[in-house]
Structures are given as structure tokens and as C-alpha cells.
């Protein structure tokens, strides 16, 4: 990597020509990965990004570039091509100041256990899984390590660096019964090394991945109405990541292309519902110390008590926006230009009983498990499909349903949110959006959604 | 630097290598209200290694090209390696007999100044602007992208490939009264004068201003056809069931199912690396293998699976050139197209569902179980005739069942980004969801 005094002289270099700010991105990042099927290691790859990113704005304009050639001359090189999209005078470059300290508590990092080690863990759960039930015909496990080193200087005088260490585990079965196959996965991850399965109960998670695709086996194909439906906590989030999470974002609001713009300190949801986005949750598949603008990152107030009080701002944003950041500007890679994003987001806790909210609900239906989602923020409109469903009818859960999804605005559903319970839960995924896909938290205790449009292929004559 | 690499390796006692480098030179410009707003330019060059040790293969991928790096990372190589328990055919190639020419025109696109790139967005940008229903236009987009593929392996095989392109678009933002719709076009092109700015804008504004005013629809069974586009989408989302490793791993119903009956008669769906109307062409997978047209689907029969080395080698069958990206992929795989116009293709339709969007295939498609339950749009089709348009529909299935039960099949084949191909198609029946 560069030596300081490298990187304030390409900083100075950045801004002789008019822009007003430069940013230099530095990663380095290794990843193993290791597959296990049917109790067997099939795969154990190594993978590795490196390269360095530079990012010129004048004003609210902004030029990016990038390269996996890391030395001064190469990265001259891109600043020079870069700065050539601008004139005007010299801007001085604030000195680059000190690195402060970044959380650094992983307690077993990728390089200190080995791969034997590791793939006994795995192999342990895929037979596991296999041993589950007859009808289990394949089972997966694999584990995802990854340790992101990154620098970000930039003409304001940040010089800041932040290593970010992931471990994920997937878990997937596949049961097959008279020509039916069905599948049901779980995704734990967090910001930790190999100690997550030391935190993390993946024995639960085996059992109930092979159980859930077992019982997807005889469940009845959902059929197509408007019904209450109560989302189960953890990756029950989902829906507020889809519907009022990316809309709160300043990519979307910025260009005003989200329900919620000009809606601060407004009514946009029910009295009971107060949202977060916290960039700092304690080994958060979703947490980092510094975002990767160099900010620290803090936890945001979205809602309170369906009052909409904040967006979630990165830099160049925080400009057109003439707000502060609010440390969420995250980015995949040195390939992508930071912008505005999520990291834990989850609807706080409320004073409901996860039992008493089935028992209050007639006929409906339990999203016991979601998948992922969609949404366009322009239209509001969003979609995420249930992996475990169950019909509730007379306040009790009965059959097992498969192949539900639901529809609906974002800004109707949080008014619709009728009941909050007081089991809050994470659950983690990687988030795809402009500045590519990155380690996100989603979170709710489960809550109750009036009515909502779900679809199905059931009810076929 | 590529043989250096695979000497090193060979003397770690690494029994065969093989690298893979691609190197990815991109500029992607995007104009927001008529403002240069995004302006990226990239070269990176990233390299995959495969090597055989112990008898048994592992990857490594990396854009850190140092001496010391890579030293470190074939060591790591060897390690794992012998790690993996289990044995399969580990497989570094000595090169087909032959390889299909690639008739594919390169274009400078970089010889193009940037701010004709920029004009072409900004006169898009205006054009679309020039609706009255569009209240703005969310973003636009230009990229042009070079790649350029080495393989060189220890079995003395040295390939290499050249490809240019660039697609622009813009998102149109349609309002009348309080309904919003999107809509874009993406507008791919092998040399830069391909760009129609005219028809771009008016392909685009087509598609917004026919969905507006758009509504839901009452639940039920209807009859549904897939616009091109969007059976393209679903057909991509199901390549996987096709591959050699699905059917090894018992993650596809297709198992023992070769040359049997597996949908409608009329049903051929075909991968080929060198069909004309596709946007990229290719004579060689990612392990050397010569690639060639092949019926996976013919006459509603199941031909095979589409195979690396390895699977082709666990089944003692031929490879088929389908090793990419590690895994298997197919080139150009499509649905081969009949002569019904898209008029007539519906006319015998009293009370149906036409599908011109769909959201969220990601996450709505089981393509173990088939089933698929997907957020959509598009328009009613009363008695034969396109009629109104409807929003915030779920459309539901089973892809296995609704290929045998295709009522006709369009003339319009059209490739999408992916490689991905299809006409429009004609289901009898599925289930939408909508109003009570």
C-alpha cells in the first residue's frame, strides 16, 4: 500500500484543477470459502480483492475511477484522467490528520484456525442435516470468511483505516418425496471470525432448515387474497428494509424519488412504531467501526412513534441535501463510488405478546420465515416471498402453507402495523443497491400487518 | 507473467495449473437534469487460478498481482486442496480439436470523445422530458465495457478472447394523477452510431404511458402470456436446473429424467454460443472447452445436461462447453421462436392477463420445486384485444407445469442482457393475485 506523504501529494494533486474534494479508497480484502455437500468438502476457495479508488467532487459533481494497479504512478494516473472533468482554481488540501483506533476484538481471525478444522465443523452439520429425516436428499453447509482491510484519506484531512472481519454460515436441505422437492436454507452471519460458532447455535439452525424443507413437503400451495398477516421477527425485517428503508435512503431522496421526502417530523406510520438504522451494533453482520467514508458510524433514529424523523446521508448527498452525514456511506468495493446505505435497521421492541398477537388474529397468515425482497423506491411499491408459512385461523396456527408473497406500498404498510411484540431479532443478508452488495442486518419483533395482498398458486380449480 | 506463474506453481509440486485472466476496462457516465452526474472509469485485471494437487482441484482468485502475493496464495492452494475429502474428477485441459470462429465485430469504443457520450444522455434525457406525463427522469445511464480473456494452462493451451459493447438507457418517472410507474429500455450496442436517441425515447415513453392509470384485478385463474422480456427473465432464473452439477449434487428434478418427455411438443429450447441476434458470442468456455449449439430441450424432451469437465467426466459424457465463472452456465440459451405475431398470438384470449413486468424474481422463484409467486404488471387482454393496464398483481405457478401448458409460443425472440432469449409465450392458465 502507499505511504502517507504518497497520498497527500495525490490528494493535492486531485483538487489543482477545480474539483473541491478527493477521496482516496485503498482495500485489500481476502475470503475463503468452504463447501460441504452430503457431509462430503467439495470446494474450498480463496478469493482476494485489492485495488485502490478515487473520487473528485466539485460542488455536488462527482468523477470516480478505480484500478487494481496500486502505486503512486498508477493511481496518478486515474486522478489526472479524472480531474481533467473539471476546471476552476486550486482548492487546498486540509493535512492528512491521525488514524484513530478501529474496534478490532475478533478473537479467532480466518488465518488462525485451519481449513481441516474448519470443514470437521461444517461436515458435522451437513450430516447433521442429512440425518434428519429420510426425505433429506441433499444438505449444504458452507462458510464464508471474509477480512476487509480498508484506508480512506481524503482533502479534508480524514486518514482513517478500519478492517471488517465476517464469517457467514448457510445452511440448506432438500427433501424429495414422491417427484416433490421443496428447499429451506438460514443464513447466520456476523462481524466476528471463527468464534461465531462459539455465539451462534447452528445445531438449532440444522435442525430446524431440515425440518422446514420436510414440512414444505406437505403444505398446501397458498392461495391468492388480502389477509391480516403477522411477520415473525428477525428476517421478518425484511419488509421495513424493502418498503421504508431504501426510500429513507439520500439516493432516493436526494432526487425526491421516495414517499417519505418533505415528511420529516410528519405522521408516517402508526403511534407504534419507532424505527432504527445502527451502523455500531455489537458483532452486527451489518456493524463497521468507520463507514467507508472514514465516518464513524452511529445509530439513526428513523421513526418515532410514526414520526418520521431522519434520512440516512452520505457525503455527497449530505451537500445536495445541505444536511449532515450520518455516517452511512458504505460501499462493495473499491469498484463502487460510496453512497447512502443501510446497516442494522430493525423496528424497535414493543409491549405485544407474540402469542397474544396470534391469538387476537381471526384468520390470517404467520410468515414464520421470509426470503428477500424488492422494492422500487420511485413507486414505493415492494415484494418479499415467505420460506415458511403457516394459515392462523380462529388464533391458532394450523396448516403449513408454501409459495406466499406479499405486495404493498410502502408508505400504507407502516400505517397498517397494528401490534408490535417485544421479541426483537436480527436476521442478516446481503443488500444489492447502487454502490453494489454489502453485509446488512435486518430486525423486528413481530408484528402484525392489518391486510395485505398475497399471492399464490393455490385455490386452482 | 502467466507462465511465470505456472512454472512457480509447478515447482511447488502443484501437478497441473491453469490461470484465467480477465482484464475489464469500463467508462460508465450518467446525466441527471441535463448535469454530467456519475462519471466512473476502471481497469482491473483479475485472475482465477486453478491448480491440481493431491489429485484433487481448488481455486484461487485474486487482483493483488504481486510475486509475493501470488507465491502465498498457491501454497494456500496446495492447502486446500488437500483439504477437500472428497475425490473428484480433477480436470485441467488439453484443448478441443477444434474451435467455432467467432464472427464478432470489435468497436473503439474510447475512439468515441466523452462528450458525445454525454450529449447522446442528455439529448435522451430531454426527449423523455418532453412527455407531459413524465414528471422527471430518474437517472440515465452509458457504459461501455472492453474484456479481454486469457486462458493459458500447463497443458500448453493458450486461448484468448476480445469483447466490446455498451448499452445506455434512461428511467422515465410517469405521473397521472396519483399513480407513478417507471420504465426504461435497455438499448445494447456493438459500435456506438447503433444509438437511436428517437427510438430509445419513444420505446421507453411507450412503456411508461402505457401503464398508467394502471389497477389491480380480482383474484383468480386466468389465462397469462409472458411478454418476451420478462419469459426471458424467468427462463434465466431456470438455467440452473439444466446443469450437470445440479443433477450431481440431486438438486434438480430433471435427475434420470434425460430423454424423457419433460414439456409441451412444442417446446425446443436451445444453448447457442454463436446465435446471430445474441449480444455476446463466444467459441470457448472458461476451461478451453470448444463450445457448439446444442437442443437441451427438443420437441418437449429432455437431451441432457449442459457439463464442465468434471461433471461430463462423473457422468462419462462429452463436455459440452458450459464451464464458466468455477461453475456451469449456459451461453445463449433461448426458446425457440414460432410464427404467430404477437397479435395473433392472443386473439383467441376472452378474459387474460398480459405480463410486461415482473419484480423480485430473486427471491419468488423456488427453481427446485418450480414454483414461482412474483410481484407483476402489464395489461388485462379482453376478447382477443390488449385492453387496460394493471399494477400490483402476484402471478403463481409452477415453471414445470406451465411449460406443458404453453398455448402458443410468439415470433418475437428477443436476447436480454444475460444471454438469456425468448419470444413471447402464451400459458393456459395461472393464478393471480390481486383484490379480493
Request: aromatic share 10%; no cysteine.
Given at each position: 500500500m502507499l505511504k502517507k506523504v504518497e497520498i497527500q501529494e495525490l490528494l493535492n494533486e486531485a483538487l489543482m484543477?477545480?474539483?473541491?474534494f478527493a477521496e482516496i479508497f485503498l482495500e485489500d480484502t481476502k475470503s475463503s470459502f468452504i463447501r460441504v455437500t452430503s457431509g462430503d468438502v467439495t470446494s474450498i476457495d480463496r478469493g482476494n480483492v485489492f485495488g485502490a479508488g478515487v473520487r473528485l467532487i466539485q460542488g455536488v459533481d462527482e468523477v470516480y475511477g478505480f484500478t487494481n494497479h496500486v502505486s503512486y504512478d498508477s493511481i496518478l494516473a486515474v486522478v489526472k484522467n479524472l480531474r481533467a472533468s473539471f476546471s476552476g482554481a486550486l482548492t487546498k488540501v486540509s493535512p492528512l490528520g491521525d488514524k484513530k483506533p478501529f474496534k478490532d476484538d475478533v478473537?479467532?481471525?480466518?488465518?488462525?484456525?485451519?481449513v481441516e478444522e474448519k470443514s470437521k465443523v461444517l461436515q458435522a452439520l451437513s450430516n447433521q442435516i442429512k440425518n434428519y429425516?429420510?426425505?433429506?436428499v441433499q444438505a449444504l453447509s458452507q462458510l464464508l470468511e471474509t477480512e476487509q482491510y480498508v484506508l480512506i484519506a481524503n482533502s479534508e484531512g480524514v486518514y482513517q483505516d478500519d478492517k471488517r472481519t465476517y464469517s457467514r454460515v448457510m445452511l440448506a436441505a432438500i427433501a424429495q418425496e414422491n417427484g416433490l422437492m421443496q428447499q429451506a436454507y438460514e443464513g447466520p452471519g456476523r462481524f466476528?471470525?471463527?468464534e461465531i460458532f462459539d455465539e451462534v447455535d447452528f445445531k438449532t439452525y440444522a435442525n430446524e432448515v431440515a425440518e422446514s424443507a420436510v414440512k414444505l413437503l406437505s403444505a398446501e400451495d397458498m392461495t391468492a387474497q388480502v389477509m391480516p398477516v403477522v411477520l415473525h421477527n428477525a428476517f421478518g425485517g425484511v419488509i421495513f428494509h424493502e418498503a421504508c428503508g431504501h426510500p429513507l435512503e439520500a439516493t432516493a431522496v436526494a432526487k425526491g424519488l421516495?414517499?417519505?421526502?418533505?415528511?420529516?417530523?410528519?405522521?408516517?406510520?402508526?403511534?407504534?412504531v419507532t424505527a432504527y438504522d445502527d451502523?455500531?451494533?455489537?458483532?452486527?453482520?451489518?456493524?463497521?467501526?468507520?463507514?467507508?467514508?472514514g465516518k464513524p458510524t452511529q445509530k439513526n433514529l428513523l421513526i418515532e412513534n410514526g414520526v418520521l424523523k431522519g434520512y440516512l446521508i452520505d457525503y455527497r448527498n449530505a451537500r445536495k441535501m445541505k444536511m449532515e452525514p450520518t455516517?452511512?456511506?458504505?460501499?462493495?468495493?473499491?469498484?463502487f463510488s460510496p453512497t447512502s446505505r443501510m446497516n442494522s435497521t430493525y423496528i424497535a421492541p414493543g409491549k405485544d405478546k407474540f402469542e397474544d398477537i396470534i391469538k387476537d388474529t381471526k384468520y390470517g397468515l404467520f410468515a414464520k420465515k421470509l426470503g428477500g425482497g424488492t422494492v422500487v423506491p420511485a413507486t414505493g411499491e415492494f415484494n418479499f416471498a415467505v420460506q415458511e408459512g403457516y394459515m392462523i385461523e380462529d388464533g391458532k396456527l394450523t396448516r403449513p402453507v408454501r409459495g406466499a408473497m406479499l405486495i404493498g406500498h410502502g408508505k400504507d404498510v407502516l400505517f397498517k402495523i397494528d401490534k408490535v411484540s417485544d421479541n426483537l431479532e436480527f436476521g442478516q443478508g446481503m443488500c444489492g443497491s447502487l454502490s453494489g452488495s454489502i453485509p446488512v442486518d435486518v430486525g423486528q419483533p413481530t408484528i402484525r400487518v392489518s391486510s395485505m395482498t398475497v399471492g399464490g398458486a393455490g385455490g386452482k380449480k | 507473467m502467466y507462465q511465470n506463474w505456472i512454472d512457480l506453481g509447478l515447482k511447488k509440486g502443484i501437478t497441473d495449473l491453469e490461470v484465467f485472466a480477465v482484464r475489464n476496462k469500463s467508462l460508465k457516465l450518467s446525466v441527471y437534469q441535463n448535469k454530467l452526474d456519475q462519471h466512473v472509469q476502471s481497469d482491473v485485471e483479475s485472475i482465477t487460478i486453478r491448480g491440481i494437487y493431491d489429485n484433487k482441484l481448488s481455486t484461487v482468485r485474486f487482483e493483488n498481482l504481486s510475486d509475493v502475493h501470488v507465491d502465498q496464495l498457491l501454497d494456500a492452494l496446495k492447502a486446500n486442496a488437500k483439504a477437500l475429502t472428497v475425490v473428484e474428477p480433477a480436470i485441467i485441459y488439453e484443448g478441443s480439436k477444434s474451435y467455432p470462429e467467432v464472427k464478432d465485430e470489435l468497436f473503439?469504443?474510447?475512439?468515441?470523445?466523452?462528450i458525445k457520450k454525454i450529449d447522446l444522455l442528455k439529448d435522451l434525457e430531454q426527449k423523455i422530458l418532453?412527455?407531459?406525463?413524465?414528471?422527471?427522469?430518474?437517472s440515465t445511464m452509458y457504459q461501455e465495457i472492453d474484456t479481454e480473456t486469457t486462458l493459458v494452462n500447463s497443458k500448453g493451451l493458450h486461448l484468448s478472447r476480445h469483447n466490446t459493447y455498451a448499452y445506455a438507457y434512461a428511467i422515465g418517472v410517469f405521473q397521472k394523477e396519483e399513480d407513478i410507474k417507471t420504465a426504461y429500455d435497455i438499448k445494447l450496442a456493438k459500435?456506438?452510431?447503433?444509438?437511436?436517441v428517437v427510438k430509445m425515447a419513444e420505446t421507453t415513453i411507450t412503456k411508461g404511458v402505457s401503464s398508467l392509470g394502471g389497477t389491480s384485478m380480482t383474484s383468480g385463474e386466468y389465462p397469462v402470456v409472458f411478454s418476451n422480456e420478462m419469459f426471458a427473465d424467468i427462463l434465466e432464473v431456470f438455467?440452473?436446473?439444466?446443469s450437470g452439477e445440479a443433477a450431481y449434487r440431486n438438486m434438480?428434478?430433471?435427475?434420470?429424467?434425460?430423454?424423457?418427455?419433460?414439456?409441451?411438443?412444442d417446446i425446443n429450447l436451445i444453448d447457442d454460443?454463436?446465435?446471430?441476434?445474441?449480444?455476446f458470442k463466444t467459441g470457448f468456455d472458461d476451461e478451453g472447452v470448444a463450445c457448439s449449439k446444442r437442443y437441451v430441450v427438443e420437441n418437449g424432451v429432455f437431451k441432457g445436461f449442459n457439463h464442465n469437465l468434471k461433471t461430463a467426466s462423473i457422468f462419462k459424457e462429452e463436455p459440452?462447453?458450459?464451464?464458466f465463472h468455477g461453475g456451469i452456465s449456459t451461453t445463449n440459451f433461448y426458446l425457440e421462436p414460432q410464427e404467430k405475431d404477437f397479435d395473433t398470438l392472443i386473439l383467441d384470449i376472452k378474459d387474460g392477463v398480459y405480463i410486461t413486468d415482473l419484480v423480485g424474481l430473486h427471491a419468488g422463484v423456488k427453481t427446485v420445486s418450480g414454483e414461482f409467486s412474483l410481484q407483476a404488471s402489464g395489461f388485462k387482454i379482453k376478447n382477443g384485444k390488449i385492453d387496460h393496464p394493471i399494477k400490483m398483481i402476484v402471478v403463481s405457478g409452477n415453471f414445470f407445469d406451465a411449460i406443458n401448458h404453453v398455448k402458443g409460443i410468439g415470433s418475437d425472440l428477443k436476447f436480454g442482457l444475460s444471454g438469456v432469449g425468448s419470444p413471447s409465450v402464451y400459458i393456459e392458465s395461472l393464478m393471480i393475485g390481486g383484490e379480493a
Open positions: 484543477t477545480g474539483a473541491d478473537k479467532k481471525p480466518m488465518n488462525s484456525v485451519s429425516d429420510s426425505r433429506i466476528m471470525g471463527f421516495s414517499p417519505f421526502v418533505g415528511k420529516l417530523g410528519q405522521k408516517v406510520g402508526s403511534d407504534i451502523g455500531d451494533v455489537d458483532g452486527a453482520w451489518g456493524r463497521l467501526s468507520y463507514d467507508d467514508e455516517g452511512s456511506g458504505r460501499r462493495q468495493s473499491y469498484k | 473503439d469504443f474510447g475512439s468515441v470523445p466523452v418532453a412527455n407531459p406525463f413524465v414528471t422527471q427522469v430518474q459500435n456506438f452510431d447503433e444509438f437511436d438455467t440452473s436446473i439444466f434438480t428434478f430433471l435427475k434420470d429424467k434425460v430423454n424423457q418427455q419433460i414439456a409441451g411438443k454460443p454463436l446465435h446471430p441476434d445474441a449480444h459440452t462447453g458450459n464451464g
